[in-house]
């Protein structure tokens, strides 16, 4: 399966879009890109998963390149309440999710 | 629509007692994993069931864990003999159907195990 790599940490303005990056070059034609949010002690939170095409939900935007070594989620005007930790996860490895470390994402007034 | 349910929210286990937590799925979902996180670590996968099956286990300690998903109720999964080590958040997860390329799966809020 697909390891991704995503940034330890990014910091956004309240009201900004906050556009957090994931890099998955070694995906395969039929994996999925998910997204997954945790806020802090909270169960994960699905967010969107897409496979080639641009998707966007009442929650977020995923942009994946057309290539789909790469893939960025965009919360179109981050609120304090989207602090948290985001994972981008590809494909589902026998029907488990594999969560990475994340990116923890600090949104700021 | 209710989603995933967990219960207790928080429990307290001494050393070799038996701690039970349970997840009931969301309503049309017959699929449920299982994660842990310990402190200051990444979710990692336990188990997945169906209803009365368990279709992998690959990341259930081979002690003391067990987990099951009957007919009728929830999912349950029971550690035996506790042990501090065993202090973790438990999230379960239901999807309403497995072994596609593409499908959500939906987290509770966890149960926060403290073993003394």
């Known amino acids: 399966d697909a390891k991704t790599t995503q940034p330890p940490s990014m910091d956004c303005a309240e009201g900004r879009a906050a556009n957090l990056p994931c890099n998955h070059s070694?995906?395969?034609?039929?994996?999925?890109v998910y997204w997954y949010r945790q806020i802090h002690s909270q169960g994960p939170q699905y967010i969107i998963h897409?496979?080639?095409n641009n998707e966007t939900n009442e929650m977020a935007s995923l942009i994946i390149t057309e290539d789909r070594k790469s893939s960025t989620l965009i919360l179109p005007h981050a609120t304090l309440r989207d602090t948290a930790v985001y994972y981008c996860i590809v494909g589902l490895s026998g029907n488990k999710l594999v969560f990475g470390a994340g990116t923890i994402l600090r949104v700021k007034s | 629509n209710a989603g995933v349910m967990q219960n207790p929210r928080h429990l307290v286990r001494r050393r070799g007692q038996e701690a039970r937590l349970r997840c009931s799925p969301m309503?049309?979902?017959?699929?449920v994993y299982w994660y842990r996180q310990l402190p200051e670590e990444g979710l990692k996968f336990m188990v997945y069931l169906q209803k009365e099956n368990i279709i992998d286990e690959s990341g259930m300690p081979k002690e003391r864990f067990s987990a099951e998903f009957p007919k009728e109720g929830p999912s349950i999964l029971r550690i035996q003999q506790v042990v501090r080590g065993d202090s973790a958040a438990y999230f379960c997860?239901?999807?309403?159907?497995?072994?596609?390329?593409?499908?959500?799966?939906?987290f509770g809020p966890g149960t926060r195990l403290t073993v003394t």
């Open positions: 309503k049309g979902h017959s699929h």
């Open positions: 897409g496979l080639k």
């Open positions: 070694t995906i395969s034609g039929n994996e999925y």
């Open positions: 997860a239901s999807s309403p159907q497995g072994n596609r390329l593409s499908y959500e799966q939906y």
